[in-house]
Structures are given as C-alpha cells and as structure tokens.
C-alpha cells in the first residue's frame, strides 16, 4: 500500500472490476447462488490498496479507505449471514436486515466521500508517499520488472 496510482490506472481498474462484478452477477443470477458477494469478498483487498494509493495520490492519508474496508466487508459478511440463514431458519433471519441496512447507508456515505476524493487531480511533483505515478497507457504492454 506504499506508493501512488494515478487516475487513469485506478479508474481503468475501476472499470474493469465493475464488468467482472456484473458477470459474477449475472452467473450468480442464472445459477441461485451469491456469486457477486463472493467476487466482492475476493476483490476488496486488493481494491482498498490501490484506493489507499490513489489517495496518497492527492497528498491525502491513504488509511481512511480503511474505514470503507471495514464497512463494506461487515456489509458483505452480514449479508452472506442473512442469506444463508434466511435458508436455514427462515424468516427469523431478517432479524437482521435493520443493522445490514444502517451499515450499507454508512458505506454509501463513504463511497461518495472517497470517489470525491478520488476524481481529483494528483500532485505534480513529489509528496510524503513518493515520486508522482508514472503516466498510464492501457495500449502499452504491461512487462514485468527486469
């Protein structure tokens, strides 16, 4: 999580998620099964690492994406809980559909707060987190370091 990513990268990446989180869905849809739930579960690492870095990016502490970490993996497991015990012990389990739904607003909250954050532009020269990014070119084939 050290470093810094630019826009271009970060929002390619964005993109990119986003079509594989709609094919998770769409299977997910076709075969009665949380797929998109369990893709999110998957991804949310490695997405709050390079929203950390985007956020050092603009000079600002990196860390605060690890409030929307928290708050969407508890939206995720809280979700998965539900859904598997709506199976297990029926409408009992939507019990808990108040709490998973003030902890979705809250992350909604801070989503909007971090894309805010996250459309601006970097600094230009060097900050506190290193050099500025170098310059993304999604036609440039990515090698890895000799």
Request: contains cysteine; charged residues 10%.
């Amino acid at each position: 999580m050290s470093g810094r990513v630019g826009r271009a990268e970060f929002w390619y990446f964005v993109l990119a998620n986003f079509i594989a989180f709609l094919a998770a869905k769409i299977a997910g849809t076709i075969l009665h099964m949380p797929l998109e739930t369990l893709y999110n579960l998957a991804v949310l690492l490695p997405a709050t690492s390079l929203g950390a870095r985007r956020l050092q990016d603009i000079g600002r502490n990196g860390q605060l994406v690890w409030v929307l970490f928290f708050l969407m993996a508890l939206t995720l497991i809280l979700g998965l809980i539900t859904a598997v015990s709506f199976f297990a012990v029926g409408f009992f389990a939507l019990t808990l559909l108040p709490m998973l739904w003030l902890i979705w607003v809250a992350s909604i909250l801070m989503a909007l707060l971090l894309i805010y954050f996250w459309c601006q532009v970097g600094d230009p020269g060097d900050n506190m987190y290193g050099p500025p990014p170098p310059v993304f070119d999604p036609r440039r084939p990515v090698a890895p370091p000799a």
